[in-house]
Each structure stands twice: as C-alpha cells, then as structure tokens.
C-alpha cells in the first residue's frame, strides 16, 4: 500500500513567486493534515481537511497560504506571493479514524521550500 | 509560547544502554501523548502513545511514562540500538473527536548511538 506521498521533494523560488505543494494521502484516509518546520524549530500544524472540508485552518499564517482538496482526494497548498519566512519543510499526513484506534498519523517525506 | 517542551537538543548513548528522552507540556487540556521519530529526509513516523488516563504504556524496547500532575514525559528506549539514531519529537493532543490528529510539537531532540 502507498504511504502519503508529496511533490516536490524540493522548490527553490524567489520572493514574490508562487508555489504550489501536493499531496497525495494514503488511499480511503478522510482526514489530511498541513503541518510545517521552520528551520529545525518544532513542527507546526497549519490545518485539517475531513475529505474535501476545512476542518480546522487556525494554524495557517496568513491569506498567503490557501490550502484546497478539490473531490477529497489530494491536496495542494498554494503560497503567492511567497516570502523568505515561508521557507520550511511542509509536512503532509493522513489519518482514517476520528478516534484512537491507533492514535498516529501517517506523514510523507515532506516538501522542502527555499524562498530566495 | 510553546506548549510542548523538549529541553534537550541531543542526546547521546552507548549502544545497550537505555536512552530517555524527556518532554514538558503547559497545557493542561492536552490528554494524548504521542512520539515519533523521524530519519533525515523523511517524514515522522508513529512510534509509541499514551493516553492521559494512563501513566504508562509499553511496546516492546519502548515505554512512555506520563506524570500528568508535573506536566511532564518520557520516553525510555532499552536496549539503544545504533538505528535508533534519529530527531525524536514529542507531540500532544487536546479532547474532542476531530482534534486528536492537531497535534502540538516540541523541538525534537537528536539520539545518537554509538556502537
């Protein structure tokens, strides 16, 4: 069974340029999570869809960032027009149960961005 | 202001020995612990939870003690093995159906273990 996958591993853009993350979750896993680590500090959540509804988006900086998953499927997170703070690994995780049956999320590798 | 603590950046252990890693919590609405572990260049991965109603859980080479009255846990891992060498993070979570997967992180503390 495939994990979370994310794309792209890595983006190095300029400030002001807009980028666009996507992630894949495990297949049949309703909710999706955004999470970011700003330079080694501690991962951060952003927001949490529950197929494609916005559950929980208290975590997201700004109106920079705009997070969608079109069907309840994959999810893209949109930056425009993306800073130098914005510069971080970008986690995507998925999970099945609202409940604790296990208790975990499932994360990807992660999509590293630089902001030049 | 973090509500997850994890004071130690590093920690470094001789292979057989025990490895505790150590974690404080403000918020006294958190009720589930987690940890993970998480190798360069990829994402976190599960390792060991607990509930609040608890005060520990073990899984094999790895126990998770809770003292809810000091806010604190920890994370015991014996014996070390050198492919437990990784960035350990700390993370809890509040009450309520949706909200266990927001999860609060602390800063993670590198293991290091030596052959």
């Known amino acids: 069974e495939a994990g979370v996958t994310q794309f792209p591993s890595h983006s190095v853009i300029e400030k002001g340029q807009t980028v666009t993350l996507r992630c894949d979750p495990i297949?049949?896993?309703?909710?999706l999570y955004w999470y970011r680590r700003v330079m080694g500090k501690e991962i951060k959540f952003l927001l949490h869809?529950?197929?494609?509804?916005?559950?929980?988006e208290s975590g997201m900086p700004n109106n920079r960032f705009l997070a969608e998953r079109t069907g309840g499927t994959y999810s893209t997170l949109k930056v425009q027009p993306a800073e130098l703070e914005d510069s971080g690994v970008y986690f995507c995780?998925?999970?099945?149960?609202?409940?604790?049956?296990?208790?975990?999320?499932?994360f990807g590798e992660g999509s590293r961005l630089t902001v030049l | 202001d973090q509500q997850v603590k994890q004071n130690s950046p590093s920690l470094s252990v001789q292979e057989g020995r025990i490895s505790i890693l150590n974690c404080d919590y403000t918020n006294s609405m958190f009720d589930y612990f987690l940890w993970y572990k998480k190798y360069p260049a990829e994402g976190p991965t599960f390792l060991i939870s607990?509930?609040?109603?608890?005060d520990k859980n073990e899984d094999g080479r790895f126990t998770v003690f809770l003292n809810k009255s000091a806010k604190h846990l920890s994370l015991h891992i014996v014996p070390s093995q050198p492919g437990d060498s990784a960035v350990y993070f700390c993370a809890a979570s509040g009450r309520g159906g949706t909200s266990y997967g927001k999860l609060t992180f602390g800063q993670g503390t590198i293991l290091t273990v030596h052959p």
């Open positions: 607990i509930s609040s109603i608890k």
């Open positions: 869809f529950v197929k494609e509804s916005k559950q929980d």
């Open positions: 297949s049949g896993h309703d909710n």
């Open positions: 995780a998925s999970s099945q149960d609202y409940g604790r049956v296990s208790g975990e999320l499932f």
